[in-house]
């Protein structure tokens, strides 16, 4: 990880501002119906942090908070609606949706929960029935 690095990024209308140091622990997709309907698309792309990685820099007063489920507490611009990024205590990670991040360069490398897909990707990366087990996942890959 290069601690150097900074990243900033927005929500839609740009209300929220977000900062973020260093490169992430992973990126990749979700395939789960959770991510899907959240994001409102056949798959969600990821970017995994640790949580002292991210700053909010401008418009903390504009974030709204839902939590479906403990693992998840999703984080959203009041103002626009524009999703910013998902804090996952269990995991002690917060994912920031690559789209939000300027000018970054989206590089997956695994796909989970595959086998809830509903857009399969023949990309060579490695699909994961659910997620890796030091998550609390099975750890079985599937066929692409």
Known sequence: MNQDKLYQGSCFCGAVRIRLTSDPVVMGYCHCESCRHWSAGPVNAF??????????????DHIGSFNKTPQSIRKWCKSCGGHLFTEHPEWGLVDVYAAVIDDFAFQPSVHVHYQETVLPIRDGLPKMQDVPAEMGGSGVTLNE
């Open 47 to 60: 970017t995994l942090w640790k949580p002292e990685s991210l700053q909010v820099v401008e418009g903390d």
